[in-house]
């Protein structure tokens, strides 16, 4: 039996304005090669600039996992080549970062909890990037300099469950602190994933792997899978030192593999020393203490749904680990649903509709609509199986809620005239059964009940039935 040990770095692209050495822009699709500068393009007597606006989202980010912020850090050049690397080296911290000592914690669908330390968050400049078409390869140097924030945990993983958690987690942080739009397709969320194995019970680190520059949650499940069996089998074949070494390795998408890109190079090999054109970077007491007034978190907020609503740990989590999900859901309840079908119809019935790019965000049904549906379940004016039908109307069509209540004809029967003159013909036609349950067999209102739903053609409301049906057969 082995144990798997995974340790992540988490690039993230922060949503300034501008660079973080230069006054370029950070927008993204733009032209190649159309924002940039001497600076960001390394040329011979060009300065780099801090910018200020990188510095507080990083702070903030700190005081989000519990971290210490250093008053003092410093950047320094990591050297190393690559054709996107307009310098040849990078600007980024190295022995102070500006955040250090942090922590997350995991939820599990048990309600337990596990935390999973931070080693440091710094401040880097991000690379341009490389493009291959056919028998070209071009360069794009417009990301060159994007101000990035990496983040380094702890090798406190065990699972790849623990990995995925962890990673929606600090991309729900991340967003809650809108210190970056976290948007992985784009590239503003990546991730470079360490894995080793060992025997169970042993305490010694062996051989990381890392894959580099993973931008899914299912591709990032997908690598660690292949990766792990592939440690596991060179073990079991005596071929471990043979075929594990210290190298990065890229995913392959289409094979589902794993493949050698280049030998890991050492923090050594890289040549770290201070940055001669910045100074070191000092925080003011007030920049410490603007850091700190950050917005509520996942876990704040959940504790608070939980208290608040009523609802069950797990449905918390669930609903909290995503900003636009938990605004979704508080804008439901302030228009009068109740929180536990809120909750429900949030993330079971509509996110399990959002498909073809939709998300939460562009949801052609919003919150007030949503809470509208679920109104008119709790008023008895539909069924909840009605209101399913409604809501996949309203995913393809432009509508109000009662409108295609009306249309499709889906309105309860409650009027209890109406419901008696249908019981009494059930009753009529099943006295046997009738002078059964009269006699003990009380399990036979289920087949009353059907049988009364189907001759309304699933119109008449359930409990209304069910009630009338008990005042009927005891009189």
């Known amino acids: 039996m082995f144990e798997i040990v995974i340790g992540l770095e988490i690039h993230i692209q922060l949503n300034t304005k501008t660079k973080i050495f230069c006054s370029c822009p950070t927008s993204f699709g733009e032209k190649a090669n159309t924002n940039v500068c001497p600076v960001c393009l390394g040329l011979p007597g060009a300065l780099p600039v801090l910018n ?52 997350l914690y ?22 341009g990037k490389n493009i291959h078409e056919d028998e070209y390869s071009k360069v794009d140097l417009n990301r060159a300099g994007t101000p990035l924030l990496e983040i380094v ?42 894995v080793s194995i060992r025997p169970k019970g042993d305490k010694k680190l062996y051989t990381r792997v890392e894959i580099k520059n993973m931008n899914s949650f299912k591709f990032i499940q997908k690598a660690l899978e292949y990766e792990i069996e592939r440690q596991i089998e060179a073990w079991e074949d005596g071929v471990y030192d043979q075929e594990v070494y210290q190298e990065t390795r890229l995913f392959d998408i289409v094979s589902g593999t794993t493949k050698s890109m280049r030998g890991k190079e050492d923090s050594a090999e890289y040549r770290y020393f201070p940055e001669p054109d910045l100074l070191p ?34 449905d918390a989590a669930v609903i909290t680990s995503s900003l636009s999900m938990a605004n979704f859901f508080e804008e439901m309840v302030n228009e009068g649903a109740t929180a536990k079908n809120s ?17 939460i965000e562009t949801s052609p049904v919003n919150a007030k609509k949503l809470a509208s549906l679920v109104k008119r379940i709790e008023d008895g004016t539909i069924s ?25 004809g889906l309105k309860q029967v409650s009027d209890d005239g109406a419901l008696l003159e249908i019981i009494d013909k059930i009753l009529s ?35 209304k039935i069910n009630q009338l049906l008990k005042d009927r057969l005891s009189s």
């Open 52 to 103: 200020k606006e990188a510095v507080k989202k990083a702070i903030s980010f700190g005081h989000a996992i519990n971290a210490t912020v250093h008053k003092k850090s410093i950047f320094n050049r990591k050297n190393y080549f690559y054709p996107d690397l307009p310098k040849g080296y990078q600007i980024s911290q190295f022995e102070i970062p500006i955040v250090e000592d942090g922590e």
């Open 106 to 127: 995991i939820d599990f669908k048990d309600g337990s909890r596990k935390r999973i330390g931070i080693t440091r968050a710094h401040l880097e400049e991000d690379a």
């Open 153 to 194: 945990s702890e090798p406190d993983i065990r699972s790849i469950e623990e990995a995925i958690l962890y990673l929606k987690k600090l991309h729900s942080i991340v967003r809650y602190l809108d210190i970056s739009d976290a948007n992985m397709q784009e590239g503003s969320f990546r991730c470079d994933v360490n």
């Open 281 to 314: 970077v000092i925080l003011s007491e007030d920049m410490i203490e603007d850091g700190k007034k950050i917005p509520e978190l996942p876990d704040q907020k959940k504790e608070r749904f939980v208290k608040e609503f009523k609802l069950k740990e797990y």
């Open 343 to 359: 909750a429900t119809w949030l993330s079971v019935e509509l996110q399990g509709r959002l498909k073809n790019g939709f998300t």
């Open 384 to 408: 909840g199986k009605a209101a399913k039908d409604v809501l996949d109307y309203l995913m393809d069509n432009e509508s109000n809620v009662d409108e295609v209540i009306d249309k499709l």
């Open 429 to 463: 036609a099943n006295v046997d059964k009738a002078e059964e349950y009269k006699n003990g067999k009380e399990k036979l209102l289920g087949f009353f009940v059907g049988q009364c739903m189907k001759a309304s053609k699933g119109k008449a409301n359930p409990a």
